[in-house]
């Protein structure tokens, strides 16, 4: 058990080791140059400080000293093991709020060619992995079939879901999926960059690249972000901060919690609608389901509801993404910090393999379906499913920036609408959490051959809408 101070000096540390990670980051060139996030040094030195590897070294030394179990009390460490599974229902409720919402039409040309090959990278995770599964991991180093969700979870999921998903991974009898995901995210946080930066290169090399690298002039500038707010919403915000006796902040945090308010009472009420249906005959897939997807659906609904009457003025989006950014830095520390280094040694050919499908699998896709499943500037566009696909969205947010600084292919805004349609699915979202439960329930050719199915749609579906756009010549702006 711990108390409330040490839940207080257990994130005191998580500030200060990620103000040393940032100066490390700094002076390292190395980190520098691959962008990596000042939270993953924090968090591989908290690891690295910890009983797997300090506490290994003055076991051998001195079993009897103190500082067996690393340099952090044992408190601290508890708080931070249960860490990573209560911050990243606040990354993921945060993900829409405070989001422009574009008109159907418009949000469907945009985001239709996209959605396409996101989601057939990431069944296509699913299909490698079960495939891996089937034929390697479970009958050569018995490894429990579950194991095979560990690619989907870990690259295109990021740290947070795989830390998210260590309670699922727990309760179906695969602790060690925890540990494996996170080790996973971390190489396919880190292969992102350098596969994506190599590609950028080959792309330049052989002329797949189509944007002018020819600064725009004031007339060419676009916009990146979302469309300007209305100017009454503007004003309505500022009237509101002048005459409310509330922090900003503080009011949009408000909004979190109600967003991850109504996620739980969606979760609960699912989980009473199986009790009373499904779940009698022995299916329980909603007991599994963590909070964070159904936090995400969440998010959405309290943003409907703010659009519906007239009330966005309330939430800004800059907090937003700083309230999620603060949840994620510390999901990422504190997850990084409870890897068990023994767990990874044992595992070490298993975690080895699935690395390099994972890297390989998404590699290929960017290469070979991009070009037939994104109609125009499918290099520029392709790169940001490519960075979010092994790791988080802001690596292919960097490759995008890369590619095309000034953003004339407009991949920024169909990559954006395109997180409409993908996150509440996969890479975090209800599939990601119900799968395990559906391999351990069916086992996993059954899951494998439905994971193929939908790949194939996703597939005919992203082929074909490619060929109608490219025969309609829409410009490739607003495709």
């Known amino acids: 058990m711990f108390k409330l101070i040490d839940v207080f000096w257990a994130y005191i540390i998580i500030a200060i080791l990620i103000l040393v990670g940032r100066l490390i980051r700094q002076r390292l060139w190395v980190l520098r140059s691959l962008y990596i996030p000042s939270s993953i040094v924090a968090g591989i030195m908290a690891l690295l400080l910890g009983g797997g590897a300090f506490g290994a070294v003055v076991r051998v030394v001195n079993p009897q000293s103190p500082l067996v179990k690393g340099i952090f009390p044992e408190n601290i460490q508890v708080v931070w093991s249960q860490s990573p599974s209560i911050f990243i229902n606040v990354v993921f409720a945060t993900l829409f709020l405070g989001h422009y919402v574009p008109g159907l039409r418009e949000f469907w040309r945009k985001a239709a060619p996209q959605v396409a090959f996101g989601q057939a990278i990431a069944w296509g995770q699913y299909v490698v992995g079960l495939l891996l599964g089937i034929t390697i991991l479970t009958p050569i180093f018995g490894l429990p079939p579950i194991a ?17 998903m260590a309670g ?27 596969a994506g930066t190599m590609l950028i290169h080959w792309g330049r090399s052989t002329g797949r690249i189509q944007v002018s690298r020819e600064p725009l002039v004031e007339s060419e500038k676009i916009d990146s972000h979302s469309p300007d707010e209305h100017p009454s919403i503007t004003i309505a915000r500022e009237n509101l901060f002048r005459e409310l006796l509330i922090d900003p902040l503080s009011l949009n945090f408000g909004f979190v919690g109600l967003a991850i308010a109504f996620g739980w009472l969606i979760l609960e009420a699912l989980r009473w609608i199986e009790s009373m249906t499904w779940g009698r005959g022995g299916l329980q897939l909603m007991t599994y389901v963590p909070l964070f997807p159904i936090a995400l659906i969440g998010g959405i609904i309290v943003q409907y509801i703010l659009i519906r009457t007239g009330r966005t003025y309330l939430i800004s989006r800059p907090l937003m993404e700083r309230i999620g950014g603060l949840a994620l830095d510390i999901t990422i520390v504190t997850a990084l910090a409870s890897i068990s280094l023994t767990v990874l040694g044992n595992n070490l050919a298993p975690f080895i393999i699935l690395s390099i499908a994972g890297i390989v699998w ?15 500037y499918w290099f520029e566009r392709g790169l940001g499913d490519l960075g979010q696909s092994m790791g988080v969205t802001s690596t292919g947010l960097l490759l995008m920036r890369m590619v095309d600084p000034d953003n004339r292919s407009g991949a920024f805004e169909s990559f954006a609408y395109k ?37 194939a749609f996703w597939l005919m579906f992203g082929f074909y809408n490619c060929q109608q756009l490219r025969k309609q010549d829409l410009p490739g702006k607003v495709s």
Do not use: M, W, Y
Not at 155 to 161: A, L, R
Not at 171 to 189: I, K, N, Q, R
Not at 362 to 376: E, G, I, K, T
């Open 362 to 376: 998404n590699v290929c896709a960017f290469v070979f379906l991009s070009p037939r499943l994104l109609p125009f």
């Open 168 to 194: 699922t991974f727990a309760e179906l009898g695969f602790p060690a999926g925890a540990d494996l995901s996170l080790a996973l995210a971390t190489v396919g946080l880190i292969s992102g960059v350098v």
């Open 148 to 164: 095979a969700c560990l690619i989907e979870v870990a690259f295109e999921g990021g740290h947070g879901t795989a830390a998210g």
């Open 419 to 455: 997180q409409l349609l993908f996150e509440p699915i996969v890479g975090g979202g209800l599939f990601t959490a119900a799968a395990p439960p559906l391999i351990v329930k069916f086992g996993p050719i059954p899951v494998l051959l439905l994971t193929s199915f939908i790949l």
